[in-house]
């Protein structure tokens, strides 16, 4: 059965998509069939993954192939056809890792589907919509056999990732090492209960759960946070980033997670312990690679798989480069633990 794992933070710029996509690359090095599904209508893990196309070869993909958008088609534009699997585009380079794209017109399904989830007397008339995304996903996943779907979500508290996220089996914040990301996981404390009501009370309504697509039960649960963009300074981060990492944290274990708990959104404390996480459920922290991080780009791999001949055509020589290359076996290293772990804690689900 395919897990389907969101990362989600309604702040910006925490490197949602670049940890999609390094983390995606190295499940699948590791075996496991991996979908990447671009759901951000800035549509950033989509150009990640496909790299410089040209207008044409770009407009032939989004003609031949599905996208988030054309596959909710026949339910968001009452079509007389049912929600198909997306035929999701293979990422050169990593055979057992795709692409579901990304459409910047997925954004104007928002109003509509948020009608539906009001979940109001109106519902009969919108009760295909509430669970379309989830059967679109799980029908992709089956026609790939896939075991894992990774979700990039946008940074917003809308409907759509209200629904993304209640219908996905486990979630991962991304944070950076600021005061922004503290703000966020005192927000996230408030909404993700409310959030979890919604989903529950969904789950159970009959107009709901006889649809056409039947909005799923709600299983999610917490895997951890990550935090990221921090600078290091003789092998350890500075004291202000230091301070900031430790006040995510914080409130992370003291805040939030008594609030997952309440609302069941923790796996077991024993499969945490078993996994390597601490009190603090943060899985990782990755420190600032934004050279690397451009260079990756540019090639469409991860960081830890850029080679000799691409750091070359950088002109990346003498100490730069043994630092380059330092780096990225350091990247390696955190993104096979990230994984590994992952692999550990969905394994019960």
């Known amino acids: 059965m395919v897990q389907k794992i969101a990362l989600f933070n309604h702040k910006g710029g925490v490197s949602k998509t670049t940890t999609t996509f ?9 075996g496991k069939t991996v979908i990447l599904v671009d759901t951000d209508p800035q549509c950033n893990l989509t150009g990640m993954a496909l790299g410089e196309q040209d207008e044409n070869n770009l407009e032939e993909i989004y003609n031949k192939h599905s996208n988030i958008k054309t596959g909710l088609v026949p339910a968001f534009e009452s ?145 951890g946070a990550i935090i990221q963009n921090y600078r290091i300074i003789r092998g350890k981060e500075t004291v202000a980033f230091e301070n900031w990492i430790q006040k995510i944290e914080q409130d992370i274990n003291s805040k939030l997670a008594p609030i997952l708990d309440k609302n069941n959104m923790l796996v077991s404390p024993q499969t945490y312990i078993e996994n390597g996480i601490p009190q603090s459920y943060t899985l990782s922290k990755i420190p600032n690679f934004n050279s690397l991080i451009a260079l990756s780009q540019e090639h469409q791999v991860p960081v830890y798989e850029l080679t000799p001949e691409q750091f070359r055509s950088a002109k990346w020589a003498g100490k730069v480069l043994e630092t380059a290359k330092e780096k990225q076996d350091d990247f390696r290293k955190i993104f096979s633990d990230i994984a590994d772990k992952i692999i550990g804690l969905t394994a019960t689900n």
């Not at 390094?22 to 090095?29: C, D, K, T, Y």
């Open 22 to 30: 390094n983390l995606g690359w190295m499940l699948a090095s590791k």
């Open 79 to 223: 079509q007389p056809r049912a929600i198909e699997a997306v035929d999701c585009i293979p990422i050169g380079g990593q055979d057992k890792l795709f692409l579901l794209p990304g459409h910047v017109g997925f954004a104007e399904y928002e109003v509509t589907l948020g009608l539906a989830q009001e979940l109001s007397s109106s519902i009969q008339t919108l009760k295909n919509l509430p669970g379309s995304i989830s059967d679109l996903l799980e029908k992709t996943a089956r026609k790939f056999n896939a075991d894992y779907i990774l979700i990039d979500m946008s940074p917003s508290l809308s409907s759509i990732n209200q629904n993304l996220l209640m219908t996905s089996n486990f979630f991962i914040i991304p944070t950076n090492a600021d005061f922004f990301s503290v703000m966020a996981i005192e927000s996230l404390t408030k909404m993700l209960p409310k959030w979890y009501e919604w989903a529950k009370k969904a789950s159970s309504l009959p107009v709901l759960k006889d649809a056409t697509y039947p909005f799923p039960e709600i299983n999610l649960k917490f895997l």
